[in-house]
């Protein structure tokens, strides 16, 4: 009798030993990974050094935020290797931070703004950066930016420098603002999907692409006045900064092309012919000239600077002191989602835990509500404001401030707050409410397919391949029109007014902040710190600190991430860069998984689509 193993057994054999050997070198291969990471961050010396007449080099790499998103720590680690890449978010409190702390940091003389990564942040947040440019400047220091090129956002925020300078062939491009989408009536009745839409508000125009080939009148109406506004606010704002006429930064095409040929087709030229920028200069001509006003650094090779994020590093290293009264902020930045969310999204379970976290917390005697938001569900904004409700009940002041949206869900967690502040370019209200169920038993029926069957109830039957009956169309769109009055019945109880004046200035239209100030849909125009001020005045607190109230990681989490980010700068920058490919097709799935992560359970929406601006 043969003692050599079956053929089934030998092959059994063979997969697990390759199955054991694959397993074996993975965990090996991430195990001693990690303690070469380990090693090489703990030989690092990571002392930052700021030399005596350094100047703070803002270069803002990324898009400025509110809350930054929860990211894997791998991914974190890969991305914050890389920080000139401009994929990044930064936070606008550490922005902020920086820039005060420099102010009064006697080793730091003079800023530098360099803002060629800086990506699409809202006017709002660059306008409290640009604030606090201004309170560096008031201490005697002065800003200078330079630049190979300036966007509309950098050029904004390089208008509040002393001194402008653009590469000799750079250019500066201010396009003003616009509002254009596609649109497919056409496109879905060749393909015969049926667009089932349900909305109350003249001007909730998120379904318009589905039923139109072009924008309504009352859209156009809509947008071209609240662009107005904005682009008034832009202009003005950079007008003063630079001493020229507003009307000077928005050329028409004949009015440019005529400029562009006084400057022999050279842009750069034409923007120092325009003033938009005071002088220019190459890379290494801005270089020779620091070094004239700041001194050569200690290697030789640049002037005597610290970066942003190297000198964020060093501020974050002081110990802070922290008193035993407290106002709470709890930012609620995204979409408003339903269930627990990670950072960067609001979730009607995870936020409305933040606020009970306060609530709870004897520390905290008064709470600031950030809210950052276009909306989203409106199952989950009614969560979240039933918490700002028990928060009052609580005899703690809730005060909400606005950033660069908070429209739609985002003003219906906000409404019931003691006090709402909001920026001038704030986009607010959308105070209006929609559905749409899109159908495909035509298009099915075109290839052969069809549904049929029976039921105890119309409801039973309810398909995307059955369609709607007129009956359950009704029902559907008798729940959006309570939804509607519902929303500007809250809206009328805590604004103290009529429902009249409410729908009036409802309809789904979008204001910015300084006309919801006229319209009584804020009470004021303000800051984040005017917030803070003001919840400590209505907890009658004299001294008090402020503590973010977020989502707490567990040990394990805080040490892996700490740990990856400590090492992130090590990696080589090629595992970290993207190809553009992988980063137009990261794009398409963030749209996607937006769309996706939409999931109120009555399909119900509070929902900004105007807000993108």
Known sequence: MSTKPSIFKRMFLLTWNTINGLRKLFLNLVFFG???IIIVTLAADDTIEVENGSALVLNLSGIIVDQKRQVD?????MKSGNETDGSGEILLADVLTVINNAAADDRISQMVLDLGMLNGTGISKLQSIGNALESFKASGKTVVANGNWYGQNQYFLASFA????????GSVEIEGLGRYRLYFKSALEKLKINAHVFRVGTFKSAVEPFIRDDMSDAAKEANLMLLNDLWKSYADTVAANRGINSVDLSLSADEYLKQLDKADGQSAEMALNMNWVDGLKSAEEFRLSMVDAVGKSADGESYKHVSFYDYLSVTHSHPTLSLNDKVGIVVAKGNILNGSQPAGQIGGESTSQLLRKARFDDSIKAVVLRVDSPGGSAFASEQIRQEVLALK???????????????SGGYWISASADYIYATPTTLTGSIGIFGMITTFEDSLASIGVHTDGVGTSEW????VTKGLSPQIEAVIQRHIERGYHD???????????TLEKVDSIAQGRVWTGRKALELGLVDDLGELQDAVTKAAQMASMEQYDTEVIEKELSPQEQFVQEMFASAASYIPASVTESSTLETILSQWSTVIEEFKSFDDPNGVYLYCDTCNY
């Open 460 to 463: 039973a039957g309810f398909s």
């Open 73 to 77: 720590p791998i991914e974190a680690a």
């Open 34 to 36: 990690l303690i070469a």
């Open 393 to 407: 009940e609580a005899n703690k002041p809730v005060i909400v401030s606005m950033g660069s949206y908070a429209a």
């Open 487 to 497: 929303f500007i019945s809250l809206v009328a109880t805590e604004r103290d007014m």
């Open 162 to 169: 002393d001194k402008v300078y653009l590469n000799p062939q």
